[in-house]
T-cell receptor, first 114, second 115 residues
Framework: AQSVTQLDSQVPVFEEAPVELRCNYS??????LFWYVQYPNQGLQLLLK??????LVKGINGFEAEFNKSQTSFHLRKPSVHISDTAEYFC????????????FGQGTELSVKP | GAVVSQHPSRVICKSGTSVKIECRSL??????MFWYRQFPKQSLMLMAT?????????EQGVEKDKFLINHASLTLSTLTVTSAHPEDSSFYIC???????????FGSGTRLTVV
């Protein structure tokens, strides 16, 4: 079975500063990895995903993540954050087969301050 | 892009009544859909996997008789919360698998409040 651990429940950061949101996963099979953002009382929006190939994945809104198989990590980064990036971020994993369940981490609340 | 429409967005119901939440795939066929529950400031907990034309598969600890899932067509899955109680108040979100460009698309969620 897969599991996901987001190491930080809250990350406060000042506007225009860089940020890294950490995610580690556990799985006995190959995995697909995702990062989603959720604004209050809304559904989830996909930021980026890793299926295969290049380990550095670029997503929307200037976010990127790096898949590190040896460290079983998939950390999310942005070089310069904006106030509008304030939201809840979820890392998720599914097994490498069609129809696999998507399992979420606990979430990280990113708070960008002026 | 692939869109899942979820309705209603908010519902308030009296304790003991039942509430139905619908998720429709608007421009694609969703053979598999997932239902999640989210408590405030918490993560999404997978409740069940819904496959068109067959019985849903529930996660451990989820009451099948309380949370009825029906996936009668390739574009519609429903979650019915039966005999709702205040502890069922939560945010419910559906999701569908996208075949082709592998990924998942999510509904906008339903805020259920049981009074």
């Amino acid at each position: 079975a897969q599991s996901v651990t987001q190491l930080d429940s809250q990350v406060p950061v000042f506007e225009e500063a860089p940020v890294e949101l950490r995610c580690n996963y556990s799985s006995s099979v190959s995995v697909y990895l995702f990062w989603y953002v959720q604004y209050p009382n809304q559904g989830l929006q996909l930021l980026l995903k890793y299926l295969s190939g290049s380990t550095l994945v670029k997503g929307i809104n200037g976010f990127e993540a790096e898949f590190n198989k040896s460290q079983t990590s998939f950390h999310l980064r942005k070089p310069s954050v904006h106030i509008s990036d304030t939201a809840e971020y979820f890392c998720a994993v599914s097994s490498g087969n069609q129809g696999g369940k998507l399992i979420f981490g606990q979430g990280t609340e990113l708070s960008v301050k002026p | 892009g692939a869109v899942v429409s979820q309705h209603p967005s908010r519902v308030i119901c009296k304790s003991g009544t039942s509430v139905k939440i619908e998720c429709r795939s608007l421009d694609f066929q969703a053979t598999t859909m997932f239902w999640y529950r989210q408590f405030p400031k918490q993560s999404l907990m997978l409740m069940a996997t819904s496959n068109e034309g067959s019985k849903a598969t529930y996660e451990q600890g989820v009451e099948k008789d309380k949370f009825l899932i029906n996936h009668a067509s390739l574009t519609l899955s429903t979650l019915t919360v039966t005999s709702a109680h205040p502890e069922d108040s939560s945010f419910y979100i559906c999701s569908a698998i996208l075949t082709g460009a592998y990924g998942y698309t999510f509904g906008s969620g339903t805020r259920l409040t049981v009074v």
